[in-house]
């Protein structure tokens, strides 16, 4: 029997808990029960490929891309399964140099969501499984059924407990460590960390971009918490420095990730596998929709970036600065999730933005556009309010000026809302 259209398949998705798209209140779940029950009723997917799963508070998409393009270069067949998407649902999941087809898509959550009636029918724990949970087995589907020699998972929410935690990642990788989804992982980095590393099993590799300072103190030394953990399980590790650029940060924890399994005797079809696989192609094959993105708008640059913690946004204008890509203040068209720290990222825009223009995305938990507009300017932000993203970018865009410039950011609801808007427009985007 042929699976139903993507449409209608997405309709039956669309019924279960949607927590991206829910305010997240204390723990979302206690354990992995519902998403096990679903691995064991579709055949064990997740043991189909090896593994390499990447945790962390930003920064995990591009270097979950640097690192499956790494592997690519040494001929491995690669999928890669990402979030939240842009656009399309489709962006999250890569089948080596494309996202995956709507037929496979409708096939795999299909697959999904009749394991989910099963276990409703057995009165099992797969009948909790949420939204994130069936995206994630036909995500696990997709790869199995496409042959995959790897997947490169990256973590949706935390790592403990997350939907993808039950793959056995050969390496493990830990980006950056922030203050986000403080109510659901803990208030202090040393708790966050330690959701983070929840991802770490017996036998694999570390590659880590948190290292440890105990300058922080206790509460707030992230990489003490995970090298303790490392120690515990017995797992090898090594860790950069975050030096240079955002991007080459990313870079620099990628190439790490690719030379510790090298290290481990894997070698590719076209050869040893390392970090150098990682090359000027491959970074740009990685690059991925609405972060550091640039488009031009009326003969305005526009560059979209989803960030939505400070120090985020913070490395965001400091890389565009360092590249030259703009000059001067942006106009910033700026939507935040109400579980984001309104306050500190407009704080990081103190000095930096020449006016923000505050919007909300339609069915998306987005703070009151005229909330953002009166913390702004309590901050000293020139700032407007506007009932829709394009309306806010017309604004911009005229603000702007052909002297200026705008910047996108604070979600990837408001980005995904308009980067089909400036493709259309424009084209494909600038490099």
Known sequence: MNAPSLHATL???NGRINWEKRL????????????????????????????VHVAGSKGKGSVSRLIAEGLRAAGFSVGVYASPHVERLNERVRLNAAWIDDDALARCLHQALEAREAAEQAGTAGTEATWFDLVTAAAFCAFREAEVDWAVVEVGLGGRLDSTNVVRGELCVITTIDLEHTDILGETRALIAAEKAGILKPGSVLACGVP?????????????????QAANLGVYWECTQPRGTFDQRNQ?????????????????????????????GAVAAARLPGRLEKFSAQGVPVVLDGAHVASSLQAVLDQLEA?????????????LGQDKD???????LVGRADRVHCTSVEGSLHRPPAELEALASSLGLAAQTHATPDE????????????GWVLVTGSLHLVGAL?????ADRGDPES
Do not use: W, Y
Request: glycine residues 12%; proline residues 3%.
């Open 11 to 13: 309709e039956r998705l």
């Open 24 to 51: 997240r209140k204390g723990a979302m779940r206690m354990d992995l029960a519902s998403m096990r029950d679903l691995m064991e009723r579709l055949g064990h997917p997740e043991r189909s490929f090896r593994a």
């Open 212 to 228: 440890r300072d105990a300058s922080r103190g206790r509460d707030e030394d992230a990489g003490r918490v995970i090298a303790t």
């Open 252 to 280: 620099a924890l990628a190439r790490l990730g690719l030379d510790l399994l090298g290290g481990r005797g894997i070698v590719g079809p076209n050869g040893v596998l390392s970090g150098d696989c990682i090359t000027e």
């Open 323 to 335: 590249q030259k890509v703009a000059i001067g203040s942006p106009q910033v068209v700026l939507a």
């Open 342 to 348: 309104a306050r500190a990222l407009l704080k990081t």
């Open 392 to 403: 806010a970018l017309r604004s911009a865009l005229r603000e702007a000026g052909r002297d």
């Open 419 to 423: 980067r089909s808007q400036l493709s």
